[in-house]
């Protein structure tokens, strides 16, 4: 039967329910507002790794505040049930959206697939990889806003010990080849998912489905898909292109991030627009298009764009010409395609001659991103920018670039301890600084913390106090932050267990046996203060129960 109070919430109805969990419509008694609430069932909440798994689910919500992506509000737990309460989203689920309608018009999926990439690109930049990313998981807001939710089976970076270990999780239509492989997801991961969300929206089905879960893994990883452009033809070829791309087998084939990812989604409808709005001009005459409206779309960092248009737009009227039966017969023309011919050379001419980068254009538009957050942006000044330089001219570029270089590395290195993963054994450490980041990256990975802890202070010590290092320092602070975390939440498993432990034994009259316990809480956490609370108790009781003295003035111990 429905509980009809959950912590402070009043429950008024059921909205959901999965594999995971229940969830309630529910009224906060003080405050009034209006939330979602989740439970953990009962059956699930007597198995440690349930409770681990919805507490993960937590854990990532409060790493992640984006418009795009539910907001948590408390969590708690009521007697023996595991709850949180978050963002009440009125609307429907994709998967309700898709069941009503079947398909969804191309322009509003660019729109709903770029706000799934602002959500899965604030996630990626807190450490969480979702993993498990379908139409189910995504909410649409009555005002069009898209919310990700669902965060049950992420991957947080920094509690590596809960996903660790091997065994596939996520949903088998949406699931990239890796995870159907067992292996660890990454954001490659998501982007493959998200582009499956992107499939099945245009066409009304998945890239595969199959008879059985495991025949549908098996297609993920070894079998091709029909395109999206084959099974609805009126989609743009670019946004067919941009969801294949997404779908490739090879993780480093997709799209390297969500947020290039959106880039690319959001060229789109100016793609088409420019296809639409040159095509009539391009039958009358054979001038190249406008060259400022070329060069505003080939902008340094916007990547295919510029390069690719030309050819991009002889494909759209072509595809025009074969929806337009004038069209059609203005191709029968030998001088209109004499006269595209021109238009193609010209423009390619134009773009290789004109607008190619002079290596001093390359280094200033690689120290503007590297002016950026770290992470994406300073891969790509290295990838686009830097390396090209060295391996064009290493003489005159080398004393420009390296120093930005081993700031990327160094940036890279220091999240390799989030990620242990980057620093496989058999590979050889780059720097000394490389080599102490390895050596805690594997003690924490193997529990030892306290060590973890130890190595990455030393390390923070010997780093000199200037701006190269400064990535670096605030990246060892924040791993100390998240080990001290973990060590407390172990600690506070340990304490929880032996109070309970001293509370039974009290209980029972067995006093000599809990004042063990209590003496044992006092002398190994009395520095600590996590346990401020657990010692003081039991300083107290042992305070008020003294060990009784023999007749000659001696304890009885």
Known sequence: MQAQRIGPYEIERQIGAGGMGTVYLGRHAGTGLVAAVKVLPTMLAREPGFVARFSREIDALKKLSHPNVVELYDSGVDGETYYYSMEYVEGDTLTERLKRDKRIPWRETIDIGVQICAALKAAHNAGVIHRDLKPSNLLLAKDGVVKLTDFGVAQLFASGKLTATGGVIGTAEYMSPEQAEGKRATKHSDVYSLGAVLYVMLTGRPPFTGKTTNEVMHKQRTHRFDSPGMVVPEIPYWLDEVVCKCLEKKPELRYPDAYVLSLRLQEIPKKVALASSNATATFEASAPPDAETLAADAAPGQGEVGGTLMRDLMRAQLEQSQATGNVRRVFDSVWVLVGLLVL?????????????????????????????????????????????????????????????????????????????????????????????????????????????????????????????????????????????????????????????RAHKLMDSGRDDDARYIWQSIVDLYDTDPHAAEMVAEGRKWLEEHPLAADPEGNNQE
Request: negative net charge.
């Open 344 to 500: 193609l050379i010209a423009g390619g001419v134009w773009w290789f001659e004109v607008r190619q980068l002079t290596p001093e254009e390359m280094f200033a538009a690689g120290e503007d991103l590297m002016r950026k957050k770290p992470g994406m942006a300073w891969e790509q000044a290295r990838d686009d920018y830097f390396l090209p330089l060295l391996e064009t001219d290493p003489e005159s570029w080398k004393p420009q670039v390296d120093g930005y270089l081993e700031r990327i590395s160094l940036y890279e290195s220091f999240q390799g301890v989030r990620r242990p993963s980057l620093h496989p054994f058999g590979t050889q450490p780059h720097s000394e600084i490389d080599r102490f980041l390895r050596r805690a990256a594997r003690e924490r990975e193997v529990g030892e913390l306290s060590r973890a802890a130890q190595t990455l202070r030393s390390l923070k010590v010997l780093l000199p106090e200037t701006n190269a290092y400064k990535e670096g320092r605030d990246s060892i602070n924040e791993m100390l932050d998240e080990i001290n975390h973990e060590r407390s939440a172990n600690e506070r498993k340990i304490l929880t267990d032996a109070g309970e």
